[in-house]
């Protein structure tokens, strides 16, 4: 059973960094991309960084590009974000959700529970 | 970036009732890489739909997914008590994936 296990989140004052952290069991990890997807509190979608299997391809949305920083660990099972100069708006549920295509780029085909982050002084 | 923009914002329908959600993109997406979810409250969301049109594991046939270049289209033919959630569409042919603002299916 594919699992992904957030952790990492809290309050943190603006301007501060946090790091967040997935464990990953029940697939092989370093055979696929992996991204982060936030939610602000009541609403949508936003994605925001995915890095491929070997950690060769990475991209950010333009609103987190420079503060934040996605890494990977396939030794570990792990996959990190880095969130540097966070603001007010940064303030989500952040999934961990993994890619379905093998090597490649696709769609989220599994999610995890999501880890909050607050920012506010 | 692509933007998506999902229409309606709010769809109100009946149980047994047809519903066509709708996603158009700013620009061309690439070989269909289009993709729909559904978010019930308080989880996270789930696949329905890849590549415009493929069904994802264990998603029951009342689902389909149509459409191609900039406008993609959800329907579920006939709506099941438990179909009622918000709906996104996200494209994921560009290095930076986007999804659309979403559509709530509410039970009329």
């Known amino acids: 059973e594919v699992q992904l296990v957030e952790s990492g989140g809290g309050l943190v004052q603006p301007g501060r960094s946090l790091r967040l952290s997935c464990a990953a069991s029940?697939?092989?990890?370093?055979?696929?991309?992996m991204h982060w997807v936030r939610q602000a509190p009541g609403k949508g979608l936003e994605w925001v960084s995915g890095i491929s299997w070997n950690s060769g391809s990475i991209g950010y949305a333009d609103s987190v590009k420079g503060r934040f920083t996605i890494s990977r660990d396939n030794a570990k099972n792990s996959l990190y974000l880095q969130m540097n100069s966070l603001r007010a708006e940064d303030t989500a549920l952040y999934y961990c959700?993994?890619?379905?295509?093998?090597?490649?780029?696709?769609?989220?085909?599994?999610w995890g529970q999501g880890t909050l982050v607050t920012v506010s002084s | 970036e692509i933007v998506l923009t999902q229409s309606p914002g709010t769809l109100s329908l009946s149980p047994g009732e047809r519903a066509t959600l709708s996603c158009r993109a700013s620009q061309s997406v690439s070989s269909s890489y289009l993709a729909w979810y559904q978010q019930k409250p308080g989880q996270a969301p789930r696949l329905l739909i890849y590549g415009a049109s493929s069904r994802a594991t264990g998603i029951p046939d009342r689902f389909s997914g149509s459409g191609s270049g900039t406008d993609f289209t959800l329907t579920i033919s006939r709506l099941e008590p438990e179909d009622f959630a918000v709906y996104y569409c996200q494209q994921y042919g560009s290095s930076q994936y986007t999804f659309g603002q979403g559509t709530k299916l509410e039970i009329k």
């Open positions: 029940g697939f092989t990890f370093d055979d696929y991309a």
């Open positions: 959700a993994k890619d379905m295509s093998l090597y490649g780029s696709g769609p989220h085909d599994y």
